[in-house]
């Protein structure tokens, strides 16, 4: 079954510390993973998705297939990195291939 | 400005009445989905739709119904609401899958809907 499992529901930090919000995933085939943000009062929208290998925000997240992992990192969080950030997976072909399976999400919170 | 919009923002009726949440996208995006975002639970998928007259079951589609008449709108129906329907609710649209586009979804703003 697919599923996209995220362990932490809160994750608290000081600005400048590192930050890490994992993802694991289960997915038989070929998944894209991606991560989204919802700001406070903003709409969810997407951070950066693993095809990419792009650094956004200066977040980035490698795809481990061995591991099944999708891990955001930051080296140095900010205070407006607090949000909420939910990992994702679309599978490839198929009729799952439109279809995004959300995890339950992690608030980060960056204090000062 | 591209993007999705949902109406009503803000719902709040009684057990039993049917209401329709409308979403509208203004990019051309063949994909559409709607989504509940309920705490400890993060967003399930509700219906969606690959085009036109084309729509599927998400994971959670007891209570709803959805059509897809025109390729902008993706209205999501609930004929007899109840109580466990009240959620934040979530529209979202994309160009159909490709490998290249990797299914970016856009999201609406969000409806609150309240049932008593």
């Known amino acids: 079954a697919q599923r996209v499992t995220q362990p932490e529901k809160l994750l608290s930090v000081f600005k400048g510390a590192p930050v890490e919000l994992k993802c694991n995933y289960s997915y038989s085939g070929s998944p894209e993973l991606f991560w989204y943000v919802q700001y406070s009062r903003q709409r969810l929208q997407l951070l950066l998705r693993h095809i990419s290998r792009e650094s956004i925000k200066g977040f980035t997240a490698d795809l481990n297939k061995g591991e099944t992992s999708f891990h955001l990192k930051k080296p140095f969080a900010q205070e407006e990195d607090s949000a909420m950030y939910y990992c994702?997976?679309?599978?490839?072909?198929?009729?799952?291939?439109?279809?995004?399976?959300f995890g339950t999400g992690t608030l980060l919170a960056v204090q000062p | 400005e591209a993007q999705v919009t949902q109406n009503p923002r803000y719902l709040i009726t009684v057990t039993g009445k049917k209401l329709t949440v409308t979403c509208s996208q203004n990019?051309?995006?063949?994909?559409m989905s709607w989504y509940r975002q309920d705490p400890g639970l993060g967003l399930r998928q509700i219906y969606y739709s690959m085009n036109v007259e084309a729509t599927d079951k998400g994971d959670v589609p007891e209570g709803y119904k959805v059509s897809r008449k025109e390729k902008r709108n993706f209205p999501l129906i609930l004929e007899s609401p109840s109580p466990n329907q009240t959620s934040l609710y979530f529209c979202?649209?994309?160009?159909?899958?490709?490998?290249?586009?990797?299914?970016?979804?856009?999201f609406g703003p969000g409806t609150r809907l309240t049932v008593l």
């Open positions: 979202a649209s994309s160009f159909r899958s490709g490998r290249v586009l990797g299914n970016e979804q856009f």
């Open positions: 990019m051309n995006h063949e994909y």
């Open positions: 994702a997976l679309s599978g490839l072909g198929g009729g799952a291939t439109n279809k995004l399976i």
